[in-house]
């Protein structure tokens, strides 16, 4: 992307729980003037349940919330809106949901080891993500191919120096 370029941009900020996609994706946001929607929040209230309860979601579960984060990523496009999302987008088919609302979105995938994030789940609170949940979500993660749109950071690296990264490689400098 030319930052000379006036078209708005997508940036969906991937990974499994504790990641720091929720941190990285506010970060990159804020420093590129872009609205950040956290896709967490719009989570239906039986998928909130079903978690809280140490429940995995199907992909029926996820279905409809990906529909309404597509929505919400083709609400910003067409108001011109640059947009930064976090959101799992766990396997290739909830990214393509995803991308009928931005279809040139940028994939800023957040990776580590299990004990990496399992340390990181475990030492935080979360209002309904158990530490629990994070084996069911890792083998159901589908890592994005690597590609022209597809960035990959391993979360040991600082979330600061992450988002300097990405800037750069959306901006071009």
Known sequence: MNSQSPEPFAVIVMGVSGCGKS????????????????????????????????????????YGWLHVLSNQLKLAHNSQQSVVMSCSALRESYRDILRL???????VYLHASFDVLNERVTARSHQ??????????????????????????????????????????????
């Open 23 to 62: 941190t990285v994706g506010a970060l990159l946001a804020h420093s590129l003037g872009a609205q950040f929607i956290e896709g967490d929040q719009f989570h239906p209230a039986e998928n909130v349940s079903k978690m809280a309860a140490g429940q995995p979601l199907t992909d029926e579960d996820r």
């Open 101 to 107: 609302g931005a279809p040139n979105a940028w994939l």
């Open 128 to 173: 309904y993500m158990p530490a629990s949940l994070l084996h069911s979500q890792l083998a159901t993660l589908e890592p994005p191919a690597k590609g022209p749109r597809v960035l990959s950071y391993e979360v040991t690296t600082p979330a600061a120096d992450i988002v300097v990264a990405v800037k750069t490689e959306l901006l071009g400098h």
